[in-house]
């Protein structure tokens, strides 16, 4: 069959179809067609409804506030959504509610088993929306806690880069848990989510170590520094002199009266160190 041939036998089977489309299949399932048309009006207007209301109530708790230009906003715009992490989640809800009513017209007309299909997406989105919910919230946690220990680290340590060394374990440690509790709400295996845990604080322990090695020396040098030295004491080490003036787990500053010399820790536990009379703290 060549295609012009083809071709003509679909046109006259379209045009048979449209002589019947009328009396053999809108007029008996008129009703049947006035139903979904109305079902599908509702669907709209509950769907842009329900996607107002969900926002509404995430702004008023305080969500658009914590999540605006934060990396929840950042992450949706590199993929390419240009909404807001409320407007998804108003989004998703919305989308909810139009798979719910469709799924309800398969079944009118009598399409089940694509309605199980659909049944079974509309199953997994509020699963979706509460894995979002909690990556989103969990973060913001993870954050707070990890800028709390940055500053008690920086506070009882009395070193910054310390301190946030510190807050950065307890944040990305927070963010992994809330990340692998979110994969196991969207309902994947406990098994895999526990490896994946495992990898995680491996990775974690590694950057740990990594991060700790050159400051391990300095920190056992500054407890030694403390043993020897007092803040006040006059000392002359490697060519430079003056008062210890603060001492902190990983330096220690040197007055020398015009300008302040600080000083890593070993370099007082390596070398020989002069250390004069003492005189009142400033």
Avoid: C
């Avoid at 007092?230 to 009266?257: C, F, H, I, N, Q």
Wanted: aromatic share 8%; charged share 15%.
């Amino acid at each position: 069959m060549d295609f012009n041939s083809l071709w003509q036998s679909i046109v006259t089977w379209l045009g048979q179809f449209s002589s019947r489309l009328l009396p053999d299949y809108i007029i008996p399932n008129l009703w049947l067609i006035f139903e979904v048309v109305l079902i599908l009006i509702v669907a709209y207007i509950i769907g842009r409804v329900g996607k107002t209301v969900t926002k509404r109530i995430l702004s008023i708790v305080g969500l658009k506030r914590l999540t605006a230009k934060s990396w929840a906003d950042n992450v949706l715009k590199v993929a390419g959504y240009r909404g807001s992490i409320v407007e998804l989640i108003g989004d998703l809800v919305k989308w909810l509610i139009y798979i719910l009513f469709f799924t309800f017209i398969l079944q009118m007309v009598g399409l089940s088993g694509v309605a199980d299909i659909f049944s079974q997406i509309a199953n997994f989105v509020p699963r979706f929306i509460g894995a979002i919910l909690l990556i989103v919230v969990g973060f913001i946690i993870a954050d707070f806690f990890g800028k709390v220990s940055e500053e008690a680290g920086g506070k009882f340590m009395e070193d910054l880069h310390l301190g946030r060394f510190v807050g950065g374990v307890i944040r990305y440690t927070v963010g992994m848990v809330v990340l692998v509790m979110s994969l196991a709400l969207l309902g994947l295996d406990i098994v895999a989510l526990a490896i994946l845990l495992s990898a995680l604080l491996v990775i974690l322990i590694v950057i740990t170590i990594v991060g700790i090695k050159d400051m391990l020396p300095e920190i056992t040098a500054g407890i030694q520094v403390r043993e020897m030295l007092k803040v006040g004491d006059r000392v002359k080490v490697a060519g430079y002199g003056g008062v210890v003036e603060e001492m902190k787990p990983l330096v220690t500053k040197l007055s020398t009266g015009k300008s302040v010399v600080i000083m890593p820790n070993s370099m007082l536990t390596e070398n020989p160190v002069e250390k004069k009379n003492k005189i009142s703290a400033r």
